[in-house]
């Protein structure tokens, strides 16, 4: 329904919506910058924005399985029209996902596990339920000549990671600035970083990136891990969240109907093709 034939009360309600999450997005950013020299403190792997991979179990594991997950990577892309931007599954992304240049494929996000996403990659379904505390997990595709612009995570409770999977053979022209710090990717290898310092993506090449993208609980000491516990507790009923995973669900919605319509067609042609024998 557009503005033009909202009724007053929608339109009310409407309004009432917008100003609710405004004040809920800026309350929870002073909340953020508050708590993340808390978390930074209760770290005990310390407060910097890039880590040695070498230091996080999952990031080796991973590493080792490298092989089949671009397997079945290669197999997701060969449907891109399947495969939903990233403001399409968050709205909230929408400042640093503009038209169609960054796609996502959600595995684990949002308190969510996206079961037909994973039926599709069984492989990298297991790897990533082997990774303690994994809070999100999604294949993150960048198109040929798009930056994504300086932005920050949302909490210094956790950490994220990404897996190499198709990286430009430029590599000195792709790249991410994470605070002072610029960094290609190297195919097969995980760069493990703090989002929440300043970071952009620069990919100025006319090859499309590809990485495994996950979040994973930040190691802290004890109190760190209750008060993470509880933002974490508390986001998940924010419109952040609730949106972005009835938008998910609608995507594969979406994406089974295109499968029945696909399997549709083959079984047609197969019994034109018995028919013609």
Not at 17 to 26: N, Y
Not at 35 to 60: H, R
Not at 177 to 202: G, M, N, P, Y
Request: net charge positive; charged share 25%.
């Amino acid at each position: 329904m557009d503005n033009a034939n909202m009724t007053p009360e929608h339109n009310l309600v409407e309004k009432i919506r917008r100003s609710r999450r405004s004040f809920i997005k800026k309350t929870g950013k002073k909340l953020i910058r508050q708590l993340g020299s808390f978390l930074g403190k209760q770290s005990t792997v310390g407060d910097m924005p890039v880590f040695q991979t070498e230091n996080f179990d999952w990031a080796k594991s991973l590493e080792a399985k490298v092989d089949i997950i671009r397997q079945e990577l290669l197999s997701v892309l060969e449907t891109p029209a399947n495969i939903p931007y990233f403001h399409e599954v968050s709205p909230d992304q929408a400042k640093i996902s503009k038209g169609e240049n960054w796609q996502t494929f959600v595995l684990f996000g949002f308190g969510y596990k996206s079961e037909a996403n994973c039926l599709r990659c069984p492989e990298t379904t297991r790897a990533l339920e082997q990774i303690p505390h994994l809070r999100t997990a999604f294949f993150s595709i960048l198109a040929p000549n798009y930056r994504i612009p300086p932005h920050k995570g949302v909490t210094k409770g956790v950490i994220r990671g990404h897996l190499a999977l198709i990286v430009p053979n430029d590599t000195e022209n792709c790249w991410i600035r994470i605070h002072d710090q610029q960094v290609s990717w190297k195919a097969d290898k995980c760069l493990v970083f703090d989002d929440t310092f300043d970071h952009e993506v620069h990919n100025d090449t006319d090859e499309r990136r590809v990485v495994l993208l996950l979040d994973v609980d930040r190691p802290m000491r004890f109190w760190g891990r209750c008060v993470h516990h509880i933002f974490m507790t508390g986001i998940r009923w924010t419109a952040y969240v609730q949106d972005a995973k009835k938008n998910l669900k609608s995507q594969e919605e979406k994406l089974a109907a295109a499968v029945a319509r696909a399997d549709a067609l083959n079984v047609d042609a197969d019994d034109k093709t018995g028919h013609s024998n």
